[in-house]
């Protein structure tokens, strides 16, 4: 065998071990998942994961979701602040794929016996109107949505404790788990998208409070990140996408039977687990 072949098979051989590396480590995260079990956090025994690794287990975990049925619907966006972002020693966000059975309706009940250890976060939701490709403006992303509306993101991760690294998460799929989107606004012109007020209400009670100034500066500006992280992959955002622009505020632990609203300045109200009417909820703003 001439040299050049040696060399050509042993890529080929450590080519092959590290697409069986990425497809194990998917499986584990995806049978975490299904078992309602925690793990310890993937890089206790791969330290040397790296970021574009982790975006390939979550490739992976997404097709093992597709095989059973389900649909891509949008992204996430995670590590929007400032204040995430240096605590988790990075300087932009990270994202993660929404798909067809994380969707929860506006104003339904949601049950945690499917979950580990779920948290909720305040978010401002896009809908993609146009496909958007390449790296674009943060008007020029704004211009090609459909719509705005509040949201409730619960987050659940498949480490024990919470406890992960930044490979961690991203193969995790930034910790996905459900999401509620409240009423659509399609003409968003008038809302000044970079300073709303967000409440996010436990109970009939502030539990958090912020702006939307807290996600990546601007909704918009994380909207647009996002083509920018698709791009930098051979990825576009396809129309009729759902974007989670970020967190506004720290996430809260949902326990059960806990009734949910994010109230975000201009747009309707969304709704998880309401026990009154809606007429009798207290307005913020």
């Known amino acids: 065998m001439t040299g050049s072949r040696l060399v050509s098979r042993k890529i080929r051989t450590s080519e092959d071990a590290h697409q069986q590396k990425i497809a194990v480590l998917a499986r584990i995260l995806d049978e975490a998942t299904l078992r309602k079990q925690a793990i310890v956090r993937l890089t206790v025994e791969h330290p040397s994961l790296r970021l574009e690794d982790a975006y390939l287990i979550q490739d992976a975990g997404i097709r093992l979701r597709l095989g059973r049925g389900e649909k891509v619907v949008g992204f996430k966006m995670g590590l929007t ?13 990270i994202y993660g794929v929404l798909t067809s059975s994380m969707r929860v309706e ?3 009940r949601l049950s945690l ?16 109107r146009r496909e958007l490709h390449g790296r674009v403006s943060m008007e020029e992303a704004l211009n090609a949505c459909g719509g705005v509306c509040a949201a409730i993101e619960v987050i659940d991760s498949r480490f024990q404790n919470f406890d992960f690294t930044l490979p961690d998460v991203i193969a995790d799929n930034g910790s996905s788990s459900a999401f509620v989107l409240g009423p659509l ?3 968003f012109s008038a809302l000044n998208l970079g300073n709303l007020g967000i409440i996010l209400e436990v ?6 409070s912020g702006s939307s100034e807290a996600i990546y500066g601007h909704p918009g500006a994380s909207l647009a990140e996002l083509c920018s992280m698709l791009h930098a992959r051979g990825l576009g955002l396809p129309s009729g996408s759902i974007v989670l622009s970020g967190a506004a505020t720290q996430a809260v632990a949902l326990k059960p039977g806990m009734s949910v609203r994010t109230c ?5 109200d ?3 687990n309401p026990t009154s009417a809606i007429r009798a909820f207290k307005k913020y703003f």
């Open 81 to 93: 602040s400032k204040a995430k972002m240096k605590q988790m020693g990075v300087d932009s966000p």
């Open 106 to 108: 506006n104003g339904s």
């Open 113 to 128: 016996s499917g979950r580990i250890h779920p948290k909720i976060e305040p978010e401002v939701a896009f809908v993609v």
């Open 185 to 187: 606004v399609q003409d």
């Open 203 to 208: 109970d009939r009670s502030p539990a958090q």
């Open 264 to 268: 975000v300045q201009g747009l309707p």
């Open 270 to 272: 969304a709704l998880l």
